[in-house]
């Protein structure tokens, strides 16, 4: 499976990816609700990451364009959202990662982030995949609540036709009835054979999708335990929605694992990785 750098930070200190480098986390709030919000939330979880040698990437979004209800808040848009987002790449020196929904955001994402996010509704939609690999950055495919493991191949194909060659594919769960999700481990070294280095996606694995009605809601209390099962299945990286008070967050709040609660996780989670490299490792 290839590893590969993913950016190279401000001061030179590049953050890569693959089976011989360390966990790399994808971490934030779900949306940005301020500048400061983000700022504070890179800072601490940048900190936490060098204590515990994980590579960091801040992860939040400047439009989230699939909220349930036409009410719900979003972000603060393309241009606004990305200016926060250098802010924060540059002041607190980390890599940033968000979703880009149309293809009409892909030139000023491509130069304000270090990956572009495809979302998982749209994992399939040919236009925004090609678009997105023209960039010439990291792209996380994030694969579909109705997709097969196995069919992300042609999404994978996809950007590789048009020279992308730096594919991070993500498990976010799979459609379980109605406003539910369920998450396959199986998923994991399935994508992982196809080339690309596999995240999984622990808060919005227990997302219930629209399970509020106008909102989707969550079981952030299932966080742990899918990302210790994860780790032991193998995988590089972690996603995870992260807000200093999830129950006041305006996007995901439900789903999103307080940023108090993260390092004593993370600690869990590296030395379930540790115990299984040695293992397979012989």
């Known amino acids: 499976m290839k590893s590969f750098e993913i950016s190279t930070l401000p001061g030179g200190k590049s953050v890569s990816v693959g089976p011989e480098h360390p966990l790399l986390l994808l971490a934030g709030p779900c949306a940005l609700e301020s500048g400061e919000l983000?700022?504070?939330?890179?800072?601490?979880?940048?900190?936490?990451?060098?204590?515990?040698?994980?590579?960091?990437?801040?992860?939040?979004?400047f439009d989230k364009a699939n909220r349930t209800s036409l009410d719900s808040f979003r972000g603060p848009g393309?241009?606004?959202?990305?200016?926060?987002l250098d802010r924060i790449r540059q002041e607190v020196g980390v890599?940033?990662?968000?979703?880009?929904?149309?293809?009409?955001q892909m030139d000023l994402a491509g130069d304000a982030l270090d990956i572009i996010q495809i979302p998982a509704f749209l994992c399939r939609q040919t236009d925004l995949l090609v678009a997105a690999a023209r960039t010439g950055k990291t792209v996380n495919l994030k694969k579909g609540q109705f997709a097969s493991p196995w069919d992300m191949k042609h999404a994978v194909d996809k950007l590789r036709a048009v020279g992308c060659d730096r594919i991070l594919l993500t498990e976010r769960g799979a459609?379980?009835?109605?406003?539910?999700?369920?998450?396959?481990?199986?998923?994991?070294?399935?994508?992982?054979?196809?080339?690309?280095?596999v995240i999984f996606d622990a808060t919005h694995s227990v997302q219930l999708p629209g399970g509020m009605g106008?909102?989707?809601?969550?079981?952030?209390?299932?966080?742990?335990?899918l990302s210790r099962a994860a780790i032991a299945a193998g995988?590089?990286?972690?996603?995870?929605?992260?807000?200093?008070?999830?129950d006041k967050a305006l996007c995901d709040g439900p789903?999103?694992?307080?940023?108090?609660?993260?390092?004593?996780?993370?600690?869990q989670l590296l030395a379930i990785r540790e115990t299984v490299q040695k293992v397979t490792n012989g």
């Open 38 to 61: 983000g700022w504070r939330v890179a800072k601490e979880m940048k900190e936490i990451c060098e204590r515990l040698g994980i590579s960091y990437v801040f992860k939040a979004s």
């Open 78 to 84: 393309l241009r606004n959202g990305l200016r926060q």
């Open 95 to 104: 890599p940033v990662v968000s979703d880009v929904h149309e293809t009409s």
């Open 175 to 197: 459609s379980f009835g109605y406003n539910n999700l369920v998450v396959d481990m199986r998923s994991l070294p399935v994508m992982r054979s196809l080339g690309c280095p």
């Open 214 to 225: 106008g909102s989707s809601g969550g079981q952030r209390e299932f966080i742990p335990t």
């Open 235 to 246: 995988i590089d990286g972690l996603f995870m929605e992260v807000h200093p008070d999830p």
């Open 255 to 267: 789903n999103s694992i307080p940023l108090n609660e993260v390092e004593a996780l993370l600690e």
